[in-house]
């Protein structure tokens, strides 16, 4: 069964930067999509990015186009997420998960979404 391991969050200021990280093991990304995730507190889980199990295709939520960049490190079997300009709204526990389906044609949903990690805080705050 994939295994996945989320790092990275922490607290910023606002207008700072975050580079998550969801590193797989036990299989290989390129079976997989992966996307990223995020739940705030009386909130539902948000679908903010996701990469095709080739790299070609990604998609954002609205909320956070421009902002953030997914890319991903075949090599180590690893996703980034890179998290620019950040605002206190982007508060929530970031989740990154795995899809069968391979495919990133819009922002992630949850229920297409087979493997999940454990989730890494992200707080914006001053």
């Known amino acids: 069964q994939l295994h996945l391991v989320e790092s990275g969050g922490g607290l910023v200021q606002p207008g700072g930067s975050l580079r998550l990280a969801c590193a797989a093991s036990r299989f290989s990304l390129d079976f997989y999509a992966i996307g990223w995730f995020r739940q705030a507190p009386g909130k539902e889980r948000e679908g903010v990015s996701c990469?095709?199990?080739?790299?070609?295709?990604?998609d954002y939520a609205d909320s956070v186009k421009g902002r953030f960049t997914i890319s991903t490190d075949t090599a180590n079997d690893t996703v980034f997420l890179q998290m620019t300009s950040l605002k206190p709204e982007d508060t929530a526990i970031y989740y990154c998960a795995a899809a069968s389906h391979r495919g990133c044609g819009g922002p992630p949903l949850a229920h297409e979404y087979e493997y999940w990690g454990q989730g890494t805080q992200v707080t914006v705050s001053s």
């Open positions: 990469i095709s199990s080739s790299g070609g295709n990604t």
